[in-house]
Structures are given as C-alpha cells and as structure tokens.
C-alpha cells in the first residue's frame, strides 16, 4: 500500500479510500494507492503555498544540491523503481530502466540549469534611467501526467519547477502513481523540505478543478490529450491561469530510396512499437519511396514478426497493451482499416497465447489510405500501417496533413534530402535516423494542436518562470 505524500508527511486520503493498481500483464492486483480527493488536493496546494516563500529564497545552488541528490538516489534504485513501473505499466523491464536512468538525467539537468537563471540590463533611451530585467519563480505549480511514461513526464515538471524555484503538486495518472511514489521517497531523502514536492490522487476533473479555481495554484503544467488540453485552456480562462500543454501526435515516418531497407525497417520498428506503440512521438504512419517500397516492407515485417511479446519482466521486446480500453481501440482501428482495404501482412489482434493481459500482436498493414481512422486519429496502437509516395514534396504533404505537431521521423543519408524534409515538416521534434530523440538537455514539445511550451533544454525552466521588468529613475 503506498500512500500520498502532503507536506512532507505520507497519508491516506482523508476518505480512507484507496484503490486497486491491476497488472496489464496478468490482470492481477500489484497493490494500492491512497486515493484522495479535491480536499486532499487542497492541503497539498496549501503546503506548498506554505512552503514557497522559503523554498525561493533558497539559492539555486541549494536547490539544485536537493536535485542533484534526488537524482544519485533514482540511479541507486533504478532497478526498483523500474519494476514498480513494469508492474503496474507493463512496458518491458528493459524500456522502464531506460525510462527512469533518463528521468534521473533531467534532475541533474535542470539542477544545473536553475544556476542559469539570468536578467538582463537594457541601455535606456533616457539619461538617468536603467533598465532591468529579473526572472522570479511562477509560484505553487501543478503537474498532471498520463500512465505511458509514468515517471519520465512527472520528473520532467518536478525538476524544472523546483529548480526554478517554485513548489508543486503532482498528480499523476490514476493507474500508474506507485512508481512515482518511489521518486518521492527520494526527493524526501534528499532533503526537499516539507511542502515543496507534494504527491496527491484522485479524480482527475475534480483534481484539475481545485488547481484551476485554487488561487495558491499559479501554473498548471500537463501532459496528456489534445482534447483535456483543450478542455484545461478553456476553464483556464476564469484566472488566466498559465498552461504548459504537452498533448497528443500523429508521427509521420518517411523512408527515402538511399537508405538500405534493412536499417530503414530498424529504425522504424523502434520507434513504433516501443512501449508498445503507446508513445506521444511514436510513428503512427510510414510513407515508403516506391523504389524501395517492396524491400523495406519485407524487412519490416519480418523484423516485426521477430518481436518478442511478453510479460514486461521477462526478457520480451513487447509488453502488454496498458488496460482493456486501449486492446479494444487497437481492435477498432484494425477493423476499420480492414473495412475500407487494408491488408495484414503479419499480427492481426488480439494474442491468443496468453491466457490473460491486454496482449495485441505486433501487425503490419499495407494499402493504407486517408480515409482509414488509423490515419488520421492518434493510434497508441501497435499496428504499423504502410502507404507510398513518389516525390519529396508529396510526401511532406501527406505528412503535415494533420492538425496535430508533435514528432517526425524521415530515414536518410542523403543531406539535401534530409534538409527539405526537416524544413517542411510542420513538428516540434523531427527524428532523422533516430528514433529516440527526447533528452534532457533538448527542447521537447508540439507545434499546432500537441501542444504550448517546451520541456527540457534551457527552454523547460522557462515555463515556470515569471519576467519582471524594474524601471529606475536615478534623479527626479
Ligand atoms: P488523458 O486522458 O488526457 O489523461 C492524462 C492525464 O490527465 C491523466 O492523469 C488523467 O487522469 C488526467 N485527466 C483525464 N481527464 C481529465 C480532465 N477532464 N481534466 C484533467 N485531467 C484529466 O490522456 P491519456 O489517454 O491517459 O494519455 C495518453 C495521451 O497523452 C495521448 O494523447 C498522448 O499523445 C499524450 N501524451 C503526450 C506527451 C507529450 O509529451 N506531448 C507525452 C505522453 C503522452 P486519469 O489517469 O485518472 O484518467
């Protein structure tokens, strides 16, 4: 049983409720977590009101010591907290230690990163005057994060905001809070004091409405659905209440002619069907060249058939689907794809080789079109669907048609190729041979509708940070 963590103290919710954390793997309980309430929510914005003043005042030498310790700590217990998260998430055991070594690397980051917090003096057009420009902490933020990445997206809005000098409280997703509980346990014995880092559960709409109605609550920082994001902006309008939006994609994936199929087809298996295709920046459609349309895909699906599916604690490539609802949608979408032409080339549903688990096989469909919802609505499905193309530009069209602007991915060694695709491509992280481009010390975020701001890099810290202009008149 773990519980919320409330200026500095580990509680039940005041309700005595608690819910079950399932295992996708095996349908059976992992154990439960405290599931608090809008009231709950409101002690932990009010500690961390509490805890504000003093935790600014700090030095960010200070803050970032507290940070960088956080960080030794995860490394010291990755093997731990990854299990926690290969248990409750199921994504292989292998990905969940990546995840949590890359999460410890953005405490590190932004510990740093908070000694960089510089103004500005601005030369006046005035004798007598100066002109500053200070950088002050937001103040009490939120951060509210999705299960598929239960640990890298909370860590990412923990480390800036506590840099920055501001407090937050997290609220993570319903399904996957015990492995962020095990990061809290090392931000306490780190040394962040009572108040700055707070950990509370319960229903996300009554939650997400006392950090917006909440006065103490300054910033809201959430990653997520383009359609709660959308939801968040607009009852964000009563306070002006300032947003970080980090919502869903739709990766195009573009395979030139130079690059022999055989690596095109690894690059492009990485990169769908990690943590199971259920990735923001996972590629959702692959736009082949017809001059190697026939090998790539023969080296696609036999590299696809070779994958590995399991449980997460075993030595597989590929875990279970995340819950029912997401095994249904992949079900729906292959459907609907079938309906209007698709063929399966290998998968093709629901694994019958485990006797429980949301498993799906890894499949391959070729002959897609626009008109297949696969095309067009975010998968977070293992299902790699193949189209065509002829000429450059016909494929950077087809890949920006869509309202979304997370993630792109093209394969290629060819420079002047590689340098159209990424200068039309209308998304915030372009991949070029790689399929795994989010790092700490870079700019993570969408153009259109995935998305305002940015995590990581110099950029992330900005995001809960305030400008402050001072004006001085040296004689009157
Ligand atoms: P979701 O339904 O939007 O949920 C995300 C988080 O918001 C969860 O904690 C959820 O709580 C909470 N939530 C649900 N309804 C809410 C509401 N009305 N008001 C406030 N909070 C609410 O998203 P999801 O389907 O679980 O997660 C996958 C989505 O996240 C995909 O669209 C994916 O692309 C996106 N994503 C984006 C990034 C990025 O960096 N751009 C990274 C990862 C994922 P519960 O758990 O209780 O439902």
């Not at 009231?39 to 914005?45: E, L, M, N, S, T």
């Not at 209440?241 to 690894?266: N, T």
């Not at 469909?365 to 975010?378: C, G, L, P, Q, S």
């Amino acid at each position: 049983m773990k519980k919320m963590f409330i200026d500095g103290a580990w509680c039940e919710a005041k309700s005595g409720r608690r819910l079950p954390i399932e295992n996708p793997a095996t349908q059976e309980p992992v154990d439960e977590m405290a599931y608090g309430d809008a009231a709950d929510c409101r002690r932990a914005i009010e500690a961390a009101g509490r805890a504000f003043p003093a935790w600014k005042e700090k030095t960010a030498y200070q803050r970032g010591a507290i940070l960088e310790k956080t960080a030794d700590l995860m490394r010291e217990r990755a093997e731990k907290i990854a299990r926690t998260m290969t248990l409750e998430e199921g994504k292989p055991l292998r990905e969940s230690l990546g995840e949590v070594r890359g999460s410890a690397d953005w405490f590190e980051w932004f510990a740093e990163e908070g000694k960089r917090v510089y103004g500005t003096i601005i030369p006046p057009s005035v004798a007598g005057k100066r002109h500053l420009v200070v950088k002050h902490p937001v103040g009490v933020s939120a951060a509210i994060t999705p299960w598929n990445f239960p640990v890298s997206l909370p860590a990412r809005k923990i480390s800036a905001a506590l840099a920055a000098g501001c407090t937050l409280v997290a609220r993570p997703a319903s399904q996957t809070p015990l492995c962020l509980a095990e990061v809290f346990e090392c931000l306490e014995e780190a040394g962040a004091p009572p108040g700055v880092a707070n950990l509370v559960t319960g229903p996300a709409s009554a939650l997400a409405d006392e950090f917006l109605g909440n006065r103490i609550c300054r910033k809201i920082s959430f990653t997520g659905s383009t359609e709660v994001g959308k939801e968040l902006v607009r009852k964000s309008a009563d306070q002006l209440k300032r947003l970080s939006l980090e919502l869903g994609g739709h990766a195009p994936f573009i395979i030139c002619p130079d690059v022999p199929p055989e690596f095109a087809a690894r690059v492009a298996v990485a990169s769908k069907f990690r943590n199971n295709a259920q990735t923001c920046i996972a590629a959702s459609r692959f736009y082949v060249h017809h001059d190697v349309r026939r090998e790539f895909t023969e080296a696609v699906v036999a590299q696809t058939r070779a994958l590995k599916v399991g449980n997460g604690l075993e030595d597989v490539d590929v875990g279970p689907m995340f819950e029912a609802k997401a095994l249904e949608k992949a079900v729906a979408l292959l459907d609907d794809a079938r309906a209007h032409g698709a063929r399966v080339l290998c998968g093709g549903g629901p694994s019958r080789r485990f006797p429980r688990g949301y498993f799906f096989e890894p499949t391959v469909i070729d002959d897609v079109n626009r008109t297949m919802k696969i095309m067009t609505e975010e998968p977070f499905s293992p299902i790699l669907p193949l189209a065509g193309y002829e000429e450059i530009d016909q494929a950077i069209e087809e890949a920006n048609r869509t309202e979304y602007g997370l993630a792109a991915y093209v394969v290629t060694r060819d420079l002047p190729s590689a340098v159209r695709l990424w200068e039309g491509l209308e998304f915030g992280i372009i991949g070029i041979n790689d399929f795994n481009p989010a790092t700490a010390q870079c700019p993570f975020g969408g153009l259109k509708e995935s998305g305002i701001g940015r995590e990581g890099s110099h950029e992330g810290i900005e995001a809960y940070l305030e400008t402050k202009y001072v004006s001085i008149a040296l004689e009157m």
